[in-house]
């Protein structure tokens, strides 16, 4: 693979005020548009990203879809998504700005409408300025992949001329096994190359992800410790306390593995447990997740190294909530799990004989993400009986988020005239240390996405890897009845509470 990329380093470049990274002449066509998702997070990030003087003067949005609207009206739409979900202030001048160049064109997925789109598209490079740049952002499910992609050849919009460029942006589920990730993949790179199609793992955008990196190979003080030698064992966790009304359409048959594992949970194991790149250059930086990820496999036997629940009814704080089988839409059998934790092993030099625990699940306790380095205790303590009774294991906990930050956890004297040791934290939290705001994470992506920057972006290659992680524990739940029941509020099956317990080993409580 050549990587003939604009090189960047994504430290770096959050940090070094002197380089701005503005795109340039560009637009974007989001189909899907009227879906929560752009609702949600990619109207407002490109609001806040035009507020931030970010996107060039001439950007121009371009909603598809079936409904008949003028530009008056999707503006409107747009208007009322970003008051909504905008982190920056409304400014006024910024509005009527990006306004000016926003458009609709209704169509499905018939040649009219790519061809009135094409015919935009081509307006727009004269009157807006857009240079033939466009992104393509697909935030529709995956089963209309084909048929946009499709069109998009068809009409010629897929094919940039001269220096121009043309993307295809894509959010998961990147398919529901490896058989079908490769399918998909194949099918999206028989129109656009590899290097043009950038996949969404919103997780990659957010600051303290990315953070890993920072911490890991800006210092000198973690590194020696970041091995088999002294971790004991990995705990990565995603907790929600959301539950999933309202979702059924897209979750019920999905499941929390597929949700989330199969891509957040394993990219944040990928960044923890990789060695350095070269440099943090697309190539590179990948080049070390994959290596990870083809050394990582489940433990064995799965009956007793994984654990699956489904929500019942319980008590999320004061409020009293429905189990998933009684959420509307659901199947009143549903079987989809939401709450899945596995046991998973690196063969590596740096990690063979280390269980890295993951567990994600709705309807937990509180909502959490964090990556916990629980170390081995010390091969040898000088202390009395008792001394050490309230001494844990000493952790360096990633806190992704809330309260986002790195916590290490190691035994203090307790004061007064007898030597007890006791566990305490030093906590660096973000919101204390910097006074900057992080940008969103779909912010990041969108913008990084404008510059061709990659880095943040899974290839097909970790797709498909990842998948080929998950398969073997899918097929084993898929053959193995419903999930346990968990009531709401707690934090998951007995059965994952087992896992660990079966190891000599128990799950933080974040
Ligand atoms: C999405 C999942 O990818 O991530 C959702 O589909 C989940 O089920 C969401 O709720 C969580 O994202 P965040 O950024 O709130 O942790």
Redesign the pocket.
Known sequence: MTDNRTWVNPLRDVQDKRLPRIAGPSGMVIFGVTGDLARRKLLPAIYDLANRGLLPAGFTLIGYGRRSWSKREFEDYVYEAVSGGARTKMREHVWERLAEGMHFVEGNFDDEGFDRLSAMLAEMDVTRGTGGNWAYYLSVPPDYFSDVCHQLERSGMAEAEGDSWRRVIIE?PFGHDQETARELNQLVNAVFPEESVFRI???LG?ETVQNILALRFANQLFDPLWSAHYVDHVQIT?A?D?G?GG?AG??DGIGAAR??MQ??LIQLLALVAMEEPVSFSPTELQAEKVKVLRATRPSYPLSTTTARGQYTAGWQGSHHVKGLREEEGFDPESTTETFAACTLEINSRRWAGVPFYLRTG?RLGR?V?EIALVFKEAPHQPFGEGQTRALGQNAVVIR??PDEGVLMRFGSKVPGSTMEVRDVNMDFSYSEAFTEASPE?YERLILDALLDESSLFPTNEEVELSWAILDPILEYWADHGRPEDYAAGTWGPISADRMLERDGRTWRRP
Do not use: G, P, S
């Open positions: 998961k793992d919103h997780y957010k995603m929600e959301i999933l979702r897209y979750y949700d989330v891509n957040h709705k909502r993400t992704i988020q994470a």
